[in-house]
């Protein structure tokens, strides 16, 4: 058995797309998965499951979801080990920062530095980011809803073909925290 989370984006937000916790509690345990539970109203759940990889637990859950709710959620499904790599590879120096100042944006598959490239990130100065395994560390000073480089970063054409989804650094160690018990 392996402990997994599930990354959801954009549910409960502004009143959109309503996927209550304990309905997606339910819902996975359905599929067959054990020891479920979720953190926040914001689209994260734990569970262990002895069958398929992220990608496939990914899809079936994004395929019940709209089978159930009626609408199309992204879903990103990443184990322990990853998590928790991500947090200890963070390039920023996490402990002397402010949770708020620093998000995570796991992407379905390695973005590619293409992407990034002709962004002038001295433009952008504090605000920086770095690339990881599938992975984009944000260091926002003033926090997420305030930052220049986090809207750019976020535009359509930027992830154009991938599914990203961003967490702040307390649910980024959270769900560390959640997968490794």
Not at 43 to 68: C, N, P
Not at 135 to 148: E, F, M, T, V, W
Request: charged content about 25%; aromatic content about 8%.
């Amino acid at each position: 058995m392996t402990t997994y989370a599930a990354l959801l984006r954009g549910i409960n937000v502004g009143g959109n797309k309503k996927l209550p916790m304990a309905e997606l509690r339910t819902l996975l345990e359905g599929l067959g998965h054990e020891s479920v539970r979720t953190y926040l109203q914001s689209g994260q759940a734990v569970f262990t499951s002895g069958h398929g990889d992220e990608e496939s637990l990914a899809a079936e859950l994004a395929q019940a979801i709209e089978k159930r709710f009626g609408f199309t959620v992204d879903v990103i499904v990443r184990d322990h080990a990853y998590l928790s790599a991500i947090a200890d590879n963070c390039p920023f120096p996490a402990a002397e920062l402010e949770a708020k100042q620093l998000h995570v944006t796991y992407f379905s598959v390695p973005p590619g530095e293409a992407r990034f490239t002709e962004l002038d990130q001295a433009a952008y100065l504090p605000e920086e980011f770095r690339l990881g395994d599938r992975a984009l560390y944000l260091y926002a000073p003033d926090g997420l809803g305030r930052s220049k480089l986090g809207a750019e970063l976020a535009r359509p054409r930027r992830n154009k073909g991938l599914i990203a989804t961003s967490r702040n650094w307390n649910t980024v160690l959270k769900l560390v925290e959640l997968t490794g018990s």
